[in-house]
């Protein structure tokens, strides 16, 4: 009898290792607007940039690194290149991008081609996102959960505008810092150390003056973050810049996607 469950189970644990894993579509992603266009980043042909991102339906799977997702219905792109004089030329690139998950939920990760950067002519380039933007994850080839074109517009309509504004009435104002981490992390090479020179000026090349008592909350704490992981990358004993970053704003972003969940309760 014991001989005949045992292999009865092991018959079960080869068909489900010759069948796969079941693939069901992961969540709709919020992605957080940036007080200013995202700086973008190129090597070897390719420019990236990063956007803040949150779960939107906490019943489907977190995706993993590098699941592809497209822009909902509403949700633009727009490339912004500056001139050495200043002048500034705007397109929207939806589709030329290509978006990734990176980190889970937390963050999204933009390529553009190098060539499509500068066919604008601009000696700085930087990705601006829309208010209330919303992802949603490409079809798989197998996906036995697929998202409905319902579930699609519920998502990315009604209760995109019911979460964005309980996160705009949120006194603790995560989505300013996440934003503004998300543009210091853009704003560092992909790969390898940052220089001291570079730690010393990035927060007043992106983002301005430090950040006073009288500032946004959401500003104050970023710089905060920002202090304390510079201080790491300094001593030389810690993590690298980028590194302290990222996990210091998926902590952050884990907190608005709790709210994000919150919000869409009854009575939330």
Same mark, same amino acid.
């Given at each position: 009898m014991v001989a005949g469950i045992r292999f009865v189970a092991l018959g079960i644990v080869f068909f489900l290792m010759i069948s796969g894993p079941a693939i069901a579509a992961p969540q709709i992603l919020g992605v957080v607007a940036s007080a200013a266009p995202v700086p973008m980043t190129c090597s070897g042909g390719l420019c990236t940039a990063e956007f803040s991102a949150f779960c939107m339906q906490q019943h489907r799977v977190s995706p993993r690194g590098g699941t592809p997702y497209q822009t909902a219905k509403g949700t633009n792109l727009t490339l912004v290149s500056?001139?050495?004089?200043?002048?500034?030329?705007?397109?929207?690139?939806?589709?030329?991008?290509? #978006?990734?998950?990176?980190?889970?939920?937390?963050?999204v990760q933009v390529t553009l081609p190098e060539s499509t950067v500068k066919g604008?002519?601009?000696?700085?380039?930087?990705?601006?996102?829309?208010?209330?933007?919303?992802?949603v994850p490409m079809v798989q080839v197998g996906d036995e959960t697929p998202?409905?074109?319902?579930?699609?517009?519920?998502?990315?309509? #009604?209760?995109?505008?019911?979460?964005?504004?309980?996160?705009?009435?949120?006194?603790?104002?995560?989505?300013?810092?996440?934003?503004?981490?998300?543009?210091?992390?853009?704003?560092?090479?992909?790969?390898?150390?940052?220089?001291?020179?570079?730690r010393q000026s990035l927060w007043r090349d992106i983002v301005g003056p430090e950040p006073t008592q009288r500032s946004n909350i959401g500003l104050q704490k970023a710089a905060k973050e920002f202090r304390y992981c510079k201080h790491w990358a300094d001593t030389g004993r810690g993590y690298g810049l980028r590194h302290c970053l990222e996990e210091m704003h998926d902590f952050k972003a884990d907190q608005i996607t709790k709210k994000a969940w919150k919000a869409v309760l009854p009575g939330g």
């Open positions: 500056t001139a050495a004089d200043g002048t500034k030329r705007s397109v929207i690139v939806n589709d030329k991008v290509s #978006i990734q998950s990176k980190r889970g939920h937390f963050a604008l002519g601009g000696q700085v380039a930087a990705l601006d996102i829309n208010v209330l933007a919303s992802l998202l409905s074109k319902a579930e699609i517009a519920h998502v990315t309509g #009604i209760q995109r505008k019911i979460v964005a504004k309980a996160l705009a009435s949120d006194r603790e104002q995560e989505t300013i810092t996440v934003g503004t981490m998300t543009r210091l992390i853009s704003a560092l090479p992909r790969y390898g150390r940052v220089s001291a020179a570079r």
